[in-house]
């Protein structure tokens, strides 16, 4: 059985104030009955895992650098996010391939120093709007698949994130049947790479205008696990929404 997963990734936005919604969140939920995670920005990694120890919130960071440590100014190494509290890492997130030109041959390099370091990395994947309208979704969704994900990933360290670049922050967001077909092909690529108990056993988010609204529907979808939440995380109301749809599914 595959262990549920709410995640949010607050991108930068945030700072000191931002921890109350953490604390709201916490209280809300003492005892979920799946995983819950938060990504703060950075500067607020430590506070936040201060914040949610004792509770059932873990936090994560959204980016490491792929070297462990070195001449790197402004980056952050895997093991200061596992010293500032974090137990995961999302790597490959479409604004970082866009704004950083991240290539999915980064992504791996990325996760593997990750996992070494004993995080779990949420790699992202997701086609633009010209590649879905060109019927090329999941060609580039097995490219980077086969691009970013490293060797080493089992159930445990390894977690997609389908994130279609086109819904995330737009309120646009796939039908059902498009999240099906691209979650199930994500399942089978796993399963032939990984064989069928790695295979099966990774987590597989869906990720781009999740909303306590849209929820229930997106989480019956088969092999939807979960999701990576951006806007409506920052907000602990509009997140435990989501978390009480996915604690349902
Ligand atoms: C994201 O960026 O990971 C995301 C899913 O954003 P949003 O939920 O705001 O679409």
New binding site residues.
Partial sequence: MRRKLAAG?W?MNGTTAALSELEALARAHPSPSIDVLICPPATLLHRAAEAARGTEISVGGQNCHAATSGAHTGDISADMLVDAGANAV?LG???RREDHGEQNEDVRAKARVAMDAGLKAII?VGESLEQREAANTLDIIGGQLSGSIPDQSTGENLIV?Y?PIW????GKVPTLNEIGEVHDFIRARLERRFGEGVGRSVRLLY????KPSNAKDIFDVSNVDG???????LKAQDFSGIIDALQKA
């Fill in positions: 990734n991108k999302i997130h479409s604004e992202c994130a994130e819904a995330i922050g737009t990720g781009g205008s999740v999701a990576l939440v951006g806007g409506a995380s």
